[in-house]
């Protein structure tokens, strides 16, 4: 069983940065890709970023070129690094975990309990 806690959302203003953490339970990064969604107020839960086993990264078109994902393997922890932020990326977010890559919300087997992220205009 992963469990996964993500910290790091809060209030920033439009065109400002974040940076959201995820840290796992256990080694998970060389067993599971770790993936980034994000829900706004009345919409389904969407795709932002994802990492596989072998450190490839894909995004959203709508986050690409402004947001970045990482990980540390020795500190069990997955990174979302986001800049020149927008509010249409106000949402809760979330980092999940899935056997291989997919976009799809509903193929992640473990996910974090969520992080706000409001972006003010």
């Known amino acids: 069983q992963v469990q996964l806690v993500e910290s790091g959302g809060g209030l920033v203003q439009s065109g400002g940065s974040l940076r959201l953490s995820c840290a796992a339970s256990?080694?998970?990064?060389?067993?599971?890709?770790t993936g980034w969604f994000r829900q706004a107020p009345g919409k389904e839960r969407e795709f932002v970023a994802a990492?596989?086993?072998?450190?490839?990264?894909v995004y959203a078109d709508s986050v690409k070129g402004r947001f970045t994902i990482s990980r540390d393997n020795a500190k069990n922890t997955v990174y979302l690094q986001m800049n020149s932020l927008k509010p249409e990326d106000t949402a809760v977010y979330y980092c999940?975990?899935?056997?291989?890559?997919?976009?799809?919300?509903?193929?992640?087997?473990?996910w974090g309990q969520g992080t706000q992220v409001t972006v003010s205009s």
């Open positions: 990492m596989t086993q072998r450190g490839i990264t």
């Open positions: 256990q080694r998970t990064f060389s067993s599971y890709t």
């Open positions: 999940a975990a899935a056997v291989r890559f997919t976009r799809q919300a509903g193929q992640y087997d473990y």
